[in-house]
């Protein structure tokens, strides 16, 4: 395998290592295939989280005893989640419960075309910021300057891609995606699409997609495992 940009960054934790080998089972259940994405995007966000957030402080608690300490928060404006629908949606609730507040949750809807497997956007709720200025010259600005963007797989990469685009121009200063899977090809474009402004954390990087834009070995389409839409 090729040597990947920087800004890529593969897990290399064991315990991620093996809950994807038991993912990539055509005989893990859905509900197993649930548990598994959401616990190998709890690993994926503490990875990315440690160096990805910062903490501010937010003046002095007290603890039972008495004793008051320093309190930390992450600033939940800076910072939204925003799932790839449909897949994405299975990594939400990992991402939501580690964060410590809660944080605004967008969504965008992007599919690949069947025959040319370039993504087709049908959805899309972000939403700006509308300056207090009354100046004629004050811009909307987007309602997050952090987007964790969640997309379980990274096949051709042209979804993540788009998606990246999207937030791109609704004004966030960077990117960080989380996924549990990708093929080489579609991590390096997504990496390369914006490198100073995406860093991606990813489970593991698989050779390449067949013809079908399916990752190889891959672990199948993972928004029909994880919603029992076999044979749709």
Sequence with gaps: MMALPSNIHVSTHPCLQ???????????????????????????????FSTGLQVTNRGKGTTPLGYEYETHEIDPAS????????????????INDLLPSSVPIYHLGLFREK????????YNNLPYQRPDSSSPN???????????????????????EAAIHLLREWGVQRVIMLSVLG?????????????EGVELW???????????????????DIGDRLFVAMGK
Excluded: F
């Excluded at 698989?206 to 891959?218: A, L, S």
């Design 183 to 195: 093929a080489q090809d579609g991590v390096q474009k997504v990496a390369e699409c914006w490198p």
């Design 138 to 160: 004050a811009v909307n600005t987007a309602a997050a300057s952090t987007a964790i963007l969640l997309d379980p797989i990274i096949a051709t990469g042209a979804t993540a």
């Design 18 to 48: 093996a809950k994807l080998s038991q993912l990539r089972s055509k005989s893990t259940s859905t509900r197993e295939t649930r548990d598994l994405v959401h616990e190998i995007a709890t690993i994926l966000g503490v990875e990315a």
């Design 202 to 220: 990813i489970g593991a990087v698989d050779p390449k997609c067949n013809e079908r834009g399916m990752i190889v070995p891959g672990l199948g």
């Design 79 to 94: 910072v939204a989640l925003i799932p790839i629908l449909r897949s994405g949606l299975g990594m939400i609730e990992a």
């Design 115 to 122: 025959l040319t497997l370039q993504p087709v956007e049908y």
